[in-house]
């Protein structure tokens, strides 16, 4: 199994290499940042997307869960992953879509 790490980078790589841009949140005890951010955001193609890099079997927190559905209501477009695989599946049904 990938570190949690090494999939984040990958995804950012895919993400750029796509035309997309993609920045990291640097979750922890930050005081000066909201609790729950997704750990990419990223725009690809005039979308807002907030993806949530997950281990396989681990599932977002509460907060986390709240803050995606939060995204989602305004408009963004969100997914908890855990491959690049599955990001290039978002990116598809997105390019279908447009």
């Not at 990223?42 to 997950?54: A, H, N, R, S, T």
Request: net charge negative; glycine share 14%; charged share 25%.
């Amino acid at each position: 199994m990938q570190p949690e790490a090494k999939i984040v980078k990958d995804i950012q790589a895919y993400i750029r290499q796509e035309g997309g841009w993609c920045f990291k949140v640097h979750g922890g005890d930050n005081p000066f940042q909201r609790v729950g951010i997704p750990d990419l955001l990223c725009c690809v193609e005039g979308q807002f997307i907030g993806l949530e890099v997950k281990q396989p079997g681990e599932e977002p927190s509460r907060v986390q869960r709240k803050v995606l559905r939060e995204i989602g209501a305004a408009g963004g477009i969100t997914a908890v992953v855990t491959t690049v695989g599955e990001v290039a599946d978002l990116l598809g049904d997105i390019w279908e879509g447009s």
